[in-house]
């Protein structure tokens, strides 16, 4: 369905992934509950679009504890 898009999807993907990651390590540092929830949830939504089950399943647990944490806050 998808034919040549797919090579231009995963390499969105591969740039953004680590931009997402960089960003999820520096909410953590900085005590962010909100910017690591926002982080979360979307490196979980575009994992998930790419197939990275695993990697997406992680960061739907992080963004529902980020979440849980921003109420205490």
């Given at each position: 369905?998808?034919?040549?898009?797919?090579?231009?999807?995963i390499a969105v993907y591969l740039e953004d992934a680590p931009r997402l990651i960089a960003q999820l390590e520096r909410a953590a540092?900085?005590?962010?509950?909100?910017?690591?929830?926002?982080?979360?949830?979307?490196?979980?939504s575009s994992s998930a679009n790419v197939g990275a089950t695993t990697l997406s399943d992680a960061a739907r647990d992080?963004?529902?504890?980020?979440?849980?944490?921003d109420m205490i806050y």
């Amino acid at each position: 369905m998808l034919g040549g898009e797919v090579d231009k999807i995963i390499a969105v993907y591969l740039e953004d992934a680590p931009r997402l990651i960089a960003q999820l390590e520096r909410a953590a540092v900085g005590n962010d509950p909100i910017a690591l929830r926002v982080a979360a949830h979307t490196l979980k939504s575009s994992s998930a679009n790419v197939g990275a089950t695993t990697l997406s399943d992680a960061a739907r647990d992080l963004a529902f504890q980020a979440g849980e944490l921003d109420m205490i806050y």
